[in-house]
């Protein structure tokens, strides 16, 4: 091999080692948590990521909001989820799961909303997909083991959120 092509094939090979080495390419919480510390990163994440981030919160309860900028029951119940976490926020872990969305449209209606908790970003619905739920919203409840306590299909009602945040944040 002459020198002329052992200099492409070197190229070649530091572009290509370039393009998948060095770290995440989304940002990602503090101190490599998968929990995103900016609330409107919007990291893209799948099922497995998911579960991952699942367990990294075990010992704390969690709420788990399925949602789309444009769904109007997300519409609905988003004032609630705000004013939930206003109050909960310290005791309960509260994500959203931004599904079959844009980055955009999904960040001005977090703004519009007031969401100041972390969403996680599934451009396919392969989470909502992979857990077996239909539709969004849908709302899930993890107690401080991991344990699904609860499942909520459509939008949530105030009464009955405060209801199951009291309930695993009790256990």
Do not use: K
């Amino acid at each position: 091999m002459g020198p002329r092509r052992a200099l492409v094939v070197l190229t070649v090979v530091a572009l290509i080692a370039s393009a998948c080495g060095g770290g995440p390419s989304e940002p990602v919480g503090s101190e490599g948590s998968l929990l995103p510390s900016d609330p409107a990163a919007l990291p893209t994440f799948d099922l497995a990521r998911y579960e991952a981030l699942l367990a990294e919160l075990e010992g704390r309860p969690v709420l788990v909001n399925v949602w789309a900028s444009w769904c109007g029951p997300c519409r609905r119940e988003a004032p609630h989820l705000a004013a939930a976490h206003a109050e909960y926020g310290d005791r309960v872990q509260f994500l959203g799961i931004d599904i079959l969305d844009s980055r955009e449209s999904a960040r001005a209606f977090m703004r519009e909303v007031g969401w100041t908790y972390p969403s996680v970003f599934d451009p396919r619905g392969e989470i909502r997909d992979g857990l077996g739920l239909l539709g969004q919203p849908v709302t899930l409840f993890y107690d401080r083991t991991g344990s699904l306590i609860e499942t909520w299909v459509g939008p949530i009602d105030r009464e009955s959120l405060l209801e199951l945040l009291e309930r695993i944040d009790a256990t």
